[in-house]
């Protein structure tokens, strides 16, 4: 199997405080994977080191094959980043701002016309390419940086709160870029973000962090499985009365409880979605009408607090993202 990213017992010290203990996981080539984590959990060591910004106090972290430590500067070729900030510059025009870093890269000149022109035209800035970055809206801005990070077709994507401040409908055009990205270039995206939503969305695997130790780690149905929580369905009938109903209810083998409160019928299980039909169904053989249903399922914000004991707080953005810099060859970096 090959992992585009291998960590073994890593660990980062800043004099007395521990920001990271003994972490290890790996991810696969090819895999949407998604880190979360609170405020001053790990997440930002994580992702310095593995962007070589920072070394490790031990351990191991390899990219793409590649040492973090010893191959630093090919580890930046093989990494494009997309930090939490926008960062594109506004008094030049999108065209302007892929050239730029293509010449970063060194891309030939021919090859870097026909790719821009590639990318625009995915990032749907084809029409807007000639325009100042100043006029463009902050969805556009952020799928210019996505297509400024890949310029140089890079093998991992490390996405640091992507579309944090930006609108539902634009947060949802930059999702759909990306999953295209994955599954046209077989591209590794590694993505860290407060939104549990976009995290249930686009991540295959998803990795908790907390108190620089990771914490859980699975798929976000596997991670939602280890949450003791059920999913809730709530029924109210008519026809027949509440007791029979939660009578044959409590003698269904995939249901773990049920009770009444307010003329409500609360039942316990393990998926919802797919129980639903089963419970109306039956209620209505039962001679029962089915006046309304509600479905609560479990989400990754109660694994979330399951875990670390506390909600995800939303970040604010802030002027300089601590990604600024890394995923540019080492020549050009400060």
Not at 138 to 152: D, K, N, P, T, Y
Not at 182 to 199: R, V
Request: glycine share 8%; hydrophobic share 40%.
């Amino acid at each position: 199997m090959s992992y585009a990213i291998e960590v073994c017992d890593l660990v980062k010290r800043y004099k007395t405080v521990t920001a990271l203990d003994r972490v290890s996981f790996t991810i696969e080539e090819g895999e949407f994977f998604g880190l979360l984590g609170p405020n001053g959990a790990g997440k930002t060591t994580l992702i310095r080191i593995l962007t070589t910004l920072i070394k490790p106090t031990s351990g191991r972290a390899v990219v793409m094959g590649l040492d973090v430590v010893k191959k630093r500067a090919e580890v930046r070729k093989v990494i494009g980043v997309l930090p939490q900030a926008m960062t594109s510059d506004l008094d030049l025009t999108g065209l302007e701002t892929l050239d730029i870093y293509g010449r970063f890269y060194g891309i030939p000149a021919m090859e870097r016309k026909k790719r821009i022109a590639q990318l625009l035209e995915l990032v749907g800035l084809k029409e807007r390419a000639r325009d100042l970055v100043a006029a463009y809206s902050g969805g556009m801005r952020r799928r210019l940086e996505i297509a400024r990070a890949l310029i140089h077709m890079p093998s991992l994507l490390i996405l640091d709160e992507p579309t944090l401040g930006l609108d539902p409908q634009s947060r949802h055009t930059v999702w759909e870029l990306l999953r295209r990205f994955q599954d046209s270039y077989n591209l590794t995206i590694l993505l860290t973000t407060h939104y549990m939503e976009e995290a249930e969305s686009l991540c295959g695997r998803v990795a908790i962090i907390d108190y620089g130790k990771i914490v859980a780690l699975d798929t976000v149905e596997g991670l939602k499985r280890m949450v003791p929580e059920k999913d809730t369905i709530e029924l109210s009938i008519t026809n027949i009365g509440l007791d029979r109903a939660e009578a044959w209810i409590k003698t269904l083998s995939y249901v773990h409880s049920c009770v009444i409160r307010d003329d409500t019928l609360m039942v316990s299980v393990d998926n919802g979605a797919r129980m639903v039909p089963v419970l109306v169904d039956g209620l209505r053989g039962l001679g029962a009408r089915v006046t309304r249903i509600i479905l609560k399922e479990k989400t990754l914000e109660d694994v979330f607090i399951h875990f670390t004991g506390r909600p995800i707080r939303e970040e604010e953005s802030r002027k300089v993202s601590f990604l600024i810099g890394a995923g540019v060859p080492l020549k050009w970096s400060r």
